[in-house]
């Protein structure tokens, strides 16, 4: 059986976004019908990209219908012109592009509701401005009274809106300045590295206003860029050097898997992984035949209790029940954080903030009922929720999150780039805990709840789509890339444990039900996981050893160690060489190998090593050597 490539890579057979890449002298762009990626001017990215999505009542994002397409690129400038709708037509629009080798970039967008008003929670353009270089910077901010005024990026991630009322922008990298003027509607800014996104976002409208809202009449925007300056550095870019692994002080972090019902279809894969703990959760109803099936699993692992305390249900006897119930079974949790069902839903900082029962009041709850076990304050969704009611660390054993890559956008560029987020999440993380250990959640491509709206996106065509259950990543060599890079990204940062899968289910490590393991083989075969398990199994091992500090990796790639073995993975795309200090043992985990390490748990033991002191990684390969 011959296994699509795509399906290999990505766990589906959609293909991959066509990335056109744009040069007119000294600006570079890339070019797709749903976005503008990557503005570099002098090399320098200016404007990680600029988007026109269109949102649903639930902030999903609709998947547009392109009707005409024209582009055209001549003497230093290009164009573009895209007739696009949503929603089965009842949004039709209209995007202008030009573009010119000057720095000059303007976009217009005209949206027109067809047969009635239509409903939407955003709409239009939407901004996003590079964190590399910038969180901290300067910025310049022109309001719709005219009145200019002088702040920063926040460098520490910000909980709310860190800029209002926008007419216009203007920042600069390395003597390179852009300016943005936004016309058509009002504008305002979110730090956007909330949700793992590797920006800044400037968009419309304002979280103050009503939402969902209705446009019932035609409606145009504006974004207007003008670009300037030249590098003020002028040293030589130098030679790659080799890669050199060093010993560090901090240990590598525990690992665990999630678990909840539906998710223990083949509980053997948890003595497989070797974790350390399970997190699992349960509430607000309390699934006996689930806990029954934990309790046989999690004889032999530390055990992490999520519970969630139902609406309008007092905290302190919802416990009790909790107390008892497991009791019975014999299940002992080592730590528990509880959280009111309300707060599984998100709310701005200012509030309101839902009445009953608060999160402060479920961890003073949970300390009377457990007094055994280390009590977690913290959210069960993204650093996002955490962000906006921290808990207090005076009152907590530890703090926990979790977290989605696909909230805002689902495209493979998107997801990757948020492995650059991930360590000013953790440096955020680790500022608001005070020292108390940080035990995260689950972080993971898919999104397991949906803070921001009533549902998630169903996804059973196995597609990238933004806030989806399920993501076809997942089971192929784009996750296991992936987890490799979120490791990496906990390097500086006092991250105790984390999880990166589950047993099975849309977060799952290994294969159960048919339709999954038909993607990749015939009946006659013996599929057995997918590749994220092997990192995951790679890092157990890993755990509580003096951690690695690479030196010298090349930026595309991601690597993470401990002991004396570490793992290099290639995110993105492109092959990626580089070159180490010392000879190592590797094996590489990629399109070649791959059905070899899906069909053998133990494919890390099993796979021979070779000597190697320079590798070259295919795009969403991952090496595993020792020294």
């Not at 090399?43 to 994002?61: F, H, N």
């Not at 955003?122 to 309001?143: C, E, N, Q, S």
């Not at 005219?146 to 922008?169: H, K, M, N, W």
């Not at 890390?604 to 090593?609: C, D, F």
Request: hydrophobic share 40%; proline share 7%.
């Amino acid at each position: 059986m011959s296994i699509d490539r795509n399906v290999v890579l990505y766990g589906t057979s959609e293909a991959p976004d066509r990335l056109k890449t744009v040069q007119l002298g000294p600006l570079s762009f890339v070019y797709t019908a749903e976005a503008i990626r990557r503005i570099c001017w002098h090399e320098a990215e200016l404007v990680r990209g600029i988007a026109w999505p269109i949102r649903d009542a639930s902030w999903g994002t609709y998947q547009s219908e392109i009707l005409d397409e024209q582009v055209e690129e001549s003497d230093g400038a290009f164009s573009a012109q895209v007739n696009f709708s949503v929603a089965e037509g009842r949004l039709s629009c209209l995007l202008k592009i030009q573009a010119s080798e000057n720095g000059t970039f303007d976009l217009d967008l005209s949206m027109t509701p067809v047969g009635g008003p239509f409903s939407t929670n955003r709409a239009g353009f939407t901004v996003l401005h590079p964190i590399k270089g910038i969180a901290g910077a300067p910025l310049k901010v022109t309001h719709s009274d005219g009145a200019v005024e002088d702040t920063d990026f926040p460098r520490l991630i910000s909980p709310g809106q860190p800029v209002f009322d926008i007419q216009g922008l203007r920042y600069g990298l390395d003597g390179r300045t852009v300016d943005i003027d936004f016309g058509g509607d009002v504008f305002e800014m979110e730090d956007q590295r909330n949700w793992s996104d590797a920006s800044y976002k400037t968009y419309c409208v304002p979280l103050v206003f009503p939402f969902t809202y209705e446009l019932d009449a035609p409606r145009s925007q504006s974004i207007k860029l003008a670009l300037a300056g030249e590098a003020t550095d002028t040293a030589a870019a130098a030679g790659q050097a080799p890669v050199t692994i060093q010993p560090a002080e901090a240990t590598a972090p525990a690992m665990g898997l999630a678990v909840e019902a539906g998710w223990l279809e083949n509980d053997g894969i948890i003595a497989a992984s070797g974790v350390q703990h399970l997190v699992a959760r349960i509430g607000p109803s309390l699934d006996a035949a689930f806990l029954a099936r934990l309790a046989n699993v999690a004889k032999d692992h530390a055990l992490h209790l999520e519970v969630v305390i139902a609406d309008r249900a007092d905290p302190a006897a919802f416990l009790d029940e909790v107390r008892d119930t497991i009791g019975q079974i014999g299940l002992d949790p080592a730590r528990i954080i509880a959280l009111p069902e309300a707060y599984l839903g998100s709310h701005q900082p200012s509030g309101p903030w839902p009445d009953g029962t608060t999160p402060t009041d479920a961890v003073q709850a949970a300390r009377q009922t457990f007094p055994g076990a280390a009590i977690g304050g913290g959210m069960l969704t993204n650093f996002t929720e955490f962000n906006r009611f921290p808990p207090n660390p005076d009152q907590c054993d530890f703090v926990t999150h979790a977290n989605s890559a696909i909230v805002h956008a689902g495209d493979d560029l998107s997801v990757c780039e948020t492995l650059e987020a991930l360590p000013q999440i953790f440096e955020s993380t680790a500022a608001l805990a005070q020292g108390e250990p940080c035990h995260l959640g689950l972080l993971s491509i898919g999104m397991r709840t949906n803070p921001y709206g009533a549902e998630l996106a169903r996804n059973p065509a196995q597609v990238r789509h933004t806030m989806a259950h399920e993501d076809p990543r997942q089971k192929g060599l784009f996750a296991a890339a992936w987890a490799v890079g979120v490791l990496a990204a906990t390097q500086a940062q006092p991250i105790s444990s984390l999880c990166l899968g589950a047993p099975t289910g849309p977060f799952g490590v290994s294969y159960c039900k048919q339709s999954y393991r038909q993607a990749y083989f015939d009946d006659s075969d013996d599929a057995a996981v997918y590749p994220i398990f092997h990192v995951i199994r790679a890092a157990t091992l890993m755990a509580g050893q003096l951690r690695l500090q690479p030196e010298g990796v090349p930026e595309c790639l991601r690597a993470y160690g401990a002991g004396t073995s570490f793992m290099i993975s290639n995110p993105s795309t492109e092959p990626r060489t580089l070159r180490l200090a010392v000879s190592a043992k590797v094996a590489v985990m990629n399109t070649e190998t791959f059905t070899t390490a899906a069909r053998d748990i133990d494919w890390l033991r099993n796979t021979p090593r070779l000597d190697a002191s320079e590798l070259t990684l295919e795009g969403y390969a991952t090496a595993f050597a020792d020294i």
